[in-house]
């Protein structure tokens, strides 16, 4: 006689949204509180299950593709945020006012987002790999230097 299994319908859900925040198999298992061998049992047996883990993984591929990418292009070039601080004062009757002030504030480039960037997507001209292109076809031979401390003949 097997075990009694602990799989129900509610971990789909879970299983869909721990996949969705980028959640690893092994780790939505202990988050599931299953052993990563009884996962791997329930995505064969139920297909629901299976189900529940591609649609959460979906979700997370299209955020990441569609949503990372303009924030990596913001942190390169810096930006500007709102921020918003709030000072409590009391008089002398008790009575309480709040005061909210709203400042700019800027957040400046990120050098190694803007390096990311450009090897990424610029990798003929930011490479830290020399490239052969730059002296493809050109011989010691063919360059010439002249030198202007001789004289001509």
Same mark, same amino acid.
């Given at each position: 006689?097997?075990?009694?299994?602990?799989?129900? *319908?509610? @971990?789909?859900?879970?299983?869909?949204?721990?996949?969705?925040?980028g959640?690893?198999?092994?780790?939505?298992?202990?988050?599931?509180?299953?052993?990563?061998?009884?996962?791997?049992?329930?995505?064969?047996?139920?297909?629901?299950?299976?189900?529940?883990? *591609?649609?959460?993984?979906?979700?997370?591929?299209?955020?990441f593709?569609?949503?990372?990418p303009?924030?990596?292009?913001?942190?390169?070039?810096?930006?500007?945020?709102?921020?918003?601080?709030?000072?409590?004062? *009391?008089?002398?009757?008790?009575?309480?006012?709040?005061?909210?002030?709203?400042?700019?504030?800027?957040?400046?480039?990120?050098?190694? @987002?803007?390096?990311?960037?450009?090897?990424?997507?610029?990798?003929?001209?930011?490479?830290?790999?020399?490239?052969?292109?730059?002296?493809?076809?050109?011989?010691?031979?063919?360059?010439?230097?002249?030198?202007?401390?001789?004289?001509?003949?």
């Amino acid at each position: 006689m097997s075990r009694p299994t602990k799989y129900n *319908k509610e @971990m789909n859900e879970l299983v869909k949204e721990y996949a969705s925040q980028g959640y690893l198999q092994d780790q939505i298992a202990t988050k599931l509180g299953i052993s990563e061998a009884a996962f791997y049992v329930y995505l064969e047996k139920h297909l629901e299950f299976k189900e529940a883990l *591609k649609e959460g993984r979906n979700i997370y591929h299209e955020a990441f593709t569609n949503e990372l990418p303009p924030l990596l292009f913001k942190s390169a070039k810096g930006y500007y945020v709102d921020e918003t601080t709030t000072t409590t004062t *009391k008089d002398k009757d008790g009575k309480v006012t709040e005061q909210s002030k709203v400042t700019k504030r800027y957040i400046s480039p990120s050098t190694a @987002m803007q390096i990311f960037l450009s090897k990424n997507h610029l990798p003929d001209r930011y490479s830290d790999k020399p490239q052969e292109h730059f002296n493809k076809g050109i011989k010691e031979t063919d360059i010439k230097v002249k030198n202007p401390f001789k004289k001509e003949d």
